[in-house]
């Protein structure tokens, strides 16, 4: 009886520490990857500025090939809504919110079921006449207790991985 006194004891100890631990954390998260091209810039924007071309690059895509995918609109214009579901991945939505043609795309991604969404987007930079600089950049709010995640998951490692894809993509073409 003391050993599973003990157990218990123990177990709630460690979510009391976890929830202190989350407390003091940030509640808001960023996340990027940046790498340069060898494509001029309005090619690039022209391959970003469609959300399914994601698919080829995106790193929460090649980790379920299962994915169920629905779409809202049309690629490639404000409002276009991809919506996914998924068991490895979670679920959520991506609308294009902003157009700067040859320059920027901005979307609102919605997770699971928040309501409030993380803001992205991808900006194309011309540094030279065939070699363009892609920033693609996530910024968000993670509630408490969920921001104790931030301690074993970097995003960063996702969008950098994401830039390298993007560029291994066009590159190829």
């Known amino acids: ?8 004891l123990t177990l709630v100890g460690i979510v009391i520490l976890a929830l202190v631990v989350a407390a003091f ?3 808001t998260f960023h996340a990027e990857g940046t790498t340069v091209i060898n494509k001029p810039a309005q090619e690039v924007y022209d ?3 469609y959300v399914k071309n994601q ?3 995106g790193v929460w895509f090649q980790m379920d090939k299962n994915m169920e995918k629905s779409f809202d609109g049309t690629d490639a214009t404000v409002g276009f809504k ?6 490895e991945v979670g679920n959520g939505s991506q609308v294009i919110s902003k157009l700067d043609n040859g320059k920027r795309v901005e979307f609102d991604l919605y997770f699971e ?8 987007f991808i900006k194309t930079d011309s540094i030279a006449p065939n070699q363009t600089k892609v920033r693609w950049v996530i ?5 408490y207790p969920f921001n104790l995640m931030s301690l074993f998951y970097d995003m960063n490692k ?11 993509v066009l590159e190829k073409q």
Do not use: C, H, R
Request: overall charge positive; hydrophobic content about 30%; glycine content about 4%.
């Open 1 to 8: 009886m003391k050993i599973i006194k003990y157990v218990l």
């Open 25 to 27: 954390l940030p509640k």
């Open 47 to 49: 391959y970003v500025k």
């Open 55 to 57: 698919e080829n690059y």
């Open 82 to 87: 991809y919506s996914w579901k998924s068991k």
């Open 113 to 120: 079921d928040d309501p409030q969404p993380a803001k992205s």
């Open 139 to 143: 910024d968000g709010k993670i509630p």
């Open 158 to 168: 996702d969008f950098e991985q994401g830039t390298l894809n993007l560029k291994n």
